[in-house]
């Protein structure tokens, strides 16, 4: 990205090109991040660099692609590089969960269960809410409930918005049963946990959990062998009792069902903001690993710790 810096203070510089961040985003990407325009233009230069030097992978190479992987690991490049090629490998060793990758393809039915608020937490951090216990897995079956989820996330990703200061998830198990637990994939499952560990290129900063039930601490113990300790650091678990969550989400901006009196989900506008995106996927579509890369699994970062509800 090229264009024309101003100077602003001696620890900080203001970057006027087009396409560039706010000056707001901007200065939180430079304090948590440490992204200047200098940093930028030298990481992404070394970045492609390694990933031409990858034979097997024809991966995305340009800006806006690497800038998501780049910021969620605060410019480190070896860090970035290992994100880019888990994202591939997650893809590619998942099946027939990328065949069709389109919003589109995306049944009606699964469309009320993922959805982002146009409100914002009290750090003003984007919401993600996730419904999974709304699904009814003989009208949406687990693939395409799992995969709704991944479309969701690839498109969050390419929000500088969520690159910079993070998301954070509201999840409501209200209605989650032990028959749905058993409609789902266990190995799908798991690698959508590896997914958001390993290679989803977002900076997750919190999981709210709500309104879980007995089936959900099934669930629970099935994911908890896998769940590495930053996540489970995370998560917070307010079950009926709304109070700690109104702490870190204003009532202001929850809908009655979160003990809020803000306006009600809407997952159509946020459908039609996804479906907008169409031709990027499509073209995100065509990359990845060959057949030498099929079935690698993550590379690790961090082992697997216990988590405990808070």
């Known amino acids: 990205m090229t264009g024309v810096y101003v100077k602003k203070c001696f620890d900080e510089v203001v970057d006027t090109s087009e396409g560039a961040l706010s000056a707001h985003l901007q200065r939180i990407a430079h304090e948590e991040l440490g992204e ?7 990481a992404l ?15 995305r190479k340009d800006d806006e692609f690497l800038l998501r992987f780049l910021r969620v690991r605060k410019y480190d490049v070896d860090l970035a590089l290992r994100n880019v ?7 590619d060793s998942s099946g027939s969960v990328y065949v069709d990758f ?6 009606p039915a699964a469309r009320t269960l993922y959805m982002r608020m146009t409100e914002k937490d009290v750090l003003g951090r984007p919401i993600f809410v996730f419904r999974p216990g709304m699904w009814m ?31 954070v998830l509201l999840v409501d198990f209200s209605g989650f049963t032990a028959d749905k637990l058993l409609s ?19 900076r997750l900063k919190a999981v709210h959990v709500v309104k879980q039930s007995y089936a959900f601490d099934m669930l629970f113990a099935l994911v908890r062998p896998f769940t590495k300790s930053k996540l489970a650091q995370r998560a917070r678990f307010h079950g009926e009792n709304f109070e700690r969550l109104h702490e870190e989400i204003p009532p202001e901006v929850l809908p009655e069902e979160y003990g809020g009196h803000g306006p ?47």
């Not at 997952?267 to 065509?286: G, H, I, P, Y």
């Open 137 to 167: 897995p003989e009208e949406v079956p687990y693939m395409d409930f799992h995969r709704a989820g991944l479309i969701c996330y690839e498109h969050l990703a390419c929000d500088p918005v969520v690159q910079t200061v993070g998301i």
């Open 102 to 107: 389109l919003p589109s393809n995306v049944p």
């Open 45 to 59: 230069e070394e970045l492609k660099r390694q990933l031409d030097a990858e034979p097997d992978l024809n991966a």
């Open 184 to 202: 789902m994939s266990i190995s799908l499952l798991r690698r959508a946990l590896e997914y958001i560990q390993d290679c989803m290129p977002i």
């Open 85 to 91: 090629r888990n994202y591939y490998r997650n893809r």
């Open 264 to 310: 009600a989900l809407d997952f159509d506008a946020f459908w039609k903001e996804v479906e907008a995106s169409e031709e990027n996927f499509e073209a995100n579509n065509r990359f990845g690993y060959g057949a030498s890369g099929a079935d690698t699994l993550p590379e690790d970062c961090e082992q697997p710790q216990e988590c405990t509800p808070l």
């Open 36 to 42: 200047t325009p200098e940093k930028r233009r030298e």
